[in-house]
């Protein structure tokens, strides 16, 4: 196996409740994959099974070779996956510019004045806002925060979960545009994404799930073509 | 019925306990202590566990019980019957006073302002001359019933198990009613609760009074098992003491109340009868190893041992099936209400130097779909808490139906008609999807406290889940009715706000971003819903989102905001090519963006 992220047949349960019957899917490295379906299809569970946050019933996950299941999320992280969890998760008493430091927490190397300028660049508003208390800024502000933080974090792979939650349409367009360059800078990326248009159209490879199970994969080509997908995500 | 058996069967084994041959007459006073303690744990399970309103006082609730049975018995000749009604009285008087200044503090003063009320009754009981100072009273006659004295552990213990397991009913049956899904709302903050006409610092009060009159029912049994009263037993240590039992056994649980005073009694008990044996000495080693003991035992069952261990029992709750038929009471829509469903003028917002919302106007007629629209941060959100009362206005009128609102508690919005959705979740995540949407029923049931604990509110209540129920359907999670709310997807649980919204019977609906987290097919049905809510119920609805489809697909008139101000304003056609808000907000033309 050569895939930086393997998962094999994981099955997690919330209580009595199954909410992944198995799931398989792989990562290689340098790719973007996107996890698209149905809301309470699993997404959001796997990207936390991945990450640590749940523990499997059954199955395994691998990360560049090593067995990743059942460890603690903090190590997880410290190996080289980061996690943005849909919805706010920012630190709302510190600083704008406090939770952006704080993504680069784990980084060995220096911040590039460039980073920040790309996040500028990307959401003028965070810079008005640099000195503002996290907490105080609107809702869509925090996701725009949340997900710049996550980019000064430079993992090997980001695990993104639904980036394009509660923003205008005028951002949704770059970030998507950020997320293609940050990975042809090396990162490799898993997406969930409700915007199943925006994300196939992002990624190299895509696996829609359903109840629980991946039921199609495919590149993100064939399945923008394909009628199924059309008509179940697409509204076409 | 499901629920009942447990019950039946533990009430059975507690009174045959005293009758089992060879049972030494220590393990019945045991249990007396354990019953005891378990009185107030079941007041902390509400205040603390389920209503999040922290209390190291407890203790000196038990001594208002216990002192004024003390007195009326000994220095006036009361019977200990006749005392019992005025025990829970003068604890629930001592609630109320302690109450009103208590529950208003928040953070870390709740706690602190009840360890200090703790420490001062405790040296008011031991400085009052009629309460015997620190010797207390003593000579307290025994419970009787005709000739029958209750002199022995024995026979007492079936009054105190008896009240233990009346009020466990009670507080059971109040949890599971309207009042009690306003209290456990309370945990989550005030915010969702009030928006849905739930009076918290009512709510708060409420459970405070109840949790002192369980503690003062159990201080009115103490007096009358030890047949003496004296400040040790009420002081801030004792009040510590109950509120670990709560947390030991499981603060959210009625049940945890009792099995964490059976822990913690008989590790005490065994811990001072043994450690001497084995150390030898009088140290206070039992202490240490006590503390030992409960950190660790915390460390295994962090929320405590009684959900630790109903996760390992196969048990499973049954689902309660809902009778969707019942008819709800709906709201009386008047024939000739006025067509001005919602009138702004010159609304304003002022945060310190910033100002959110900058002198906006508009209306929302009747039967209407309005959208919000406007880049991130441009005031949206802050317009809709000024309209539901969550904030009040710096400057401007609101008005609903020809109603001021523009400082109106939320309370008074939502009675007015004026439901709304929530941009960040506020669900209770550990209540079922039912019982959340449920919440949004509260003004439509009129049962109170007293009568959902006697189970009088059921007609009541079966009209509030029905209706909460269809409405369930209604926005197509009928599968997940049961489900807790924090199992659910982000984008089910918005959903879920909007059946909540649906429960109020609303002439205006505010939804914020309904359809953020949601899939073009899922967006395509939420449309619908929309659609149909309008049509069939009269509806006007006004809502934020950043989805154009269903911006444009659905809503009759757009308002553009941008830095607080209104930038634009239209129908679909004219906002969509205006060339400011492509500026400010929609980077593109909306065809090339859906591409």
Redesign the interface.
Known sequence: MTAMLAVNGIEVC????TALHGVELHVEKGEIVTL??????G??TTLRTISGLLKPRAGSVQFSGANITGVKPHVITARGISHVP???GIFANLTVHDNLELGAYLRKDKVQQSEYDRVFTLFP?LKDRIKQNAG??????Q??LAISRALMSKPQLLLLD?PS??????????IFAVIKEINAEGTTILLVE????MALVTAHRGYVMETGRIVLHDKTKALLASDRIKK????G | MNQKLPFIIFALVMAAIPFIPGVPPFWIVLLNNIGLAALVAMGLVLLTGVGGLTSFGQAAFCGFGAYTTAVLTTAYGFSPWLTLPLSLLVSGIAAVLLGIVTVRLSGHYLPLGTIAWGIGLFYLFSKLEFLGRNDGISGIPPLSIGNFRMLDPGTIYFAIWIAVLTSALLTMNLLDSRTGRAIRALRRGHIAGEAFGVQTPRAKLLVFIYAAVLAGLSGWLYAHFQRAANPTPFGAQAGIEYLFIAVVGGAGYVWGAVLGAGIVVILKEILQSYLPYIFGGQSQLETIVFGILLVVLLQLAPTGVWPWLMARLPLKPARKLTDTSLPPATRVRAPASPATLLQIEKARKQFGGVIAVNDVSFDVQAREIVALIGPNGAGKSTTFNLITGVLTTTGGTISVLGHKVDNAPPQEVVKLGVARTFQHVKLVPDMTVLENVAIGAHLRGSSGAISSMFRLDRADEAKLLAEAARQIERVGLGDQIGQLAGSLSLGQQRIVEIARALCVDPVLLLLDEPAAGLNDRETHDLMNTIHAVRDRFDIAILLIEHNMELVMGICERILVLNFGKTIAQGTPEQVRSDPVVIEAYLGEPVEEAEL
Do not use: D, F
């Not at chain 1, 919330?14 to 409740?17: E, K, L, P, R």
């Not at chain 1, 698209?36 to 299809?41: D, E, K, Q, S």
């Not at chain 1, 409700?194 to 248009?197: D, E, G």
């Open positions: 919330y209580g009595a409740i698209i379906g149905a809301n309470g299809a997404k959001t849909e919805g706010r508003i105080t800024l609107s809702g869509g502000e996701q725009m639904e939650l509660g923003l205008a349409p005028q951002y949704v367009q770059k409700q915007n199943a248009h179940a995500y697409l509204g």
